[in-house]
């Protein structure tokens, strides 16, 4: 899923697009609001994040472009902002915001408000994911290939679970180390290939599926 945060805080919006990417989500990240109406115009998302105190145009008058003449006019948006008066929230709601959230707000809180507003718009994230007879359950954290459980450590879940949610794209050494190791990593391109190879043996004969592409990366693919 594609979001747009709107966020002119350096350092909320580096906050909000680590958490949303650690949590599978892509995030194009603008820091003010002429920039975000050109977004809006050109590009397609599945969901806004829009503070509203924004230089250059205020959250309040993207949103009503959004719902007005946009691409996006029936794109969740969820607002940010710092007034918790009762009148900026009737008139975000006015003109089209799905949800209003006041900072400060914990990550918790805010994934939570996501959710809920995705699967109202009708957007369902798969709790089971599956690929070719290797089914992941994402409540249990379970993995099974052709009905047989297997094992796999914290990283090894994660990076299966990032390739079930992203089949047939390829993935940089570099991508996979900040999606799964985060910014702040030490680790070194080595330690995907590492990784990757300790998956493939723990998924037997289904790991061939997990493809490297020679100086590009890897990814999940029946090819």
Excluded at 20 to 49: P, Q, R
Excluded at 75 to 97: H, M, Q, W, Y
């Amino acid at each position: 899923m594609i979001v747009l945060l709107v966020e002119d805080d350096e350092d909320l919006g580096e906050l909000l697009k680590y958490n949303l990417e650690k949590n599978h989500f892509k995030v194009d990240w603008v820091l003010d609001g002429k920039e975000a109406l050109e977004k809006i115009k050109t590009n397609s998302y599945d969901l806004i994040i829009l503070d509203l105190m924004l230089p250059g145009a205020s959250g309040l008058d993207i949103c009503k472009e959004i719902r007005e003449n946009s691409i996006n006019k029936d794109v969740p948006v969820i607002v940010l902002t710092a007034l918790s008066d009762e009148d900026t929230k009737v008139k975000g709601f006015s003109i089209g915001a799905d949800d209003y959230v006041t900072k400060p707000f914990s990550m918790k809180e805010l994934l939570a408000r996501i959710e809920a507003v995705l699967r109202r718009a009708g957007y369902v994230r798969k709790a089971i994911l599956e690929f070719d007879g290797i089914v992941y359950d994402k409540r249990s954290k379970s993995v099974t290939v052709d009905g047989n459980s297997i094992y796999l450590t914290k990283t090894e879940l994660q990076l299966l679970e990032f390739f079930l949610e992203h089949p047939e794209q390829l993935f940089s050494r570099e991508e996979l180390l900040e999606k799964i190791w985060g910014h702040d990593h030490n680790e070194t391109t080595r330690t995907v290939d590492v990784y990757i190879s300790r998956l493939r043996k723990k998924l037997g004969d289904k790991g061939k599926y997990l493809k490297t592409l020679p100086r590009l990366g890897y990814k999940l693919t029946k090819e």
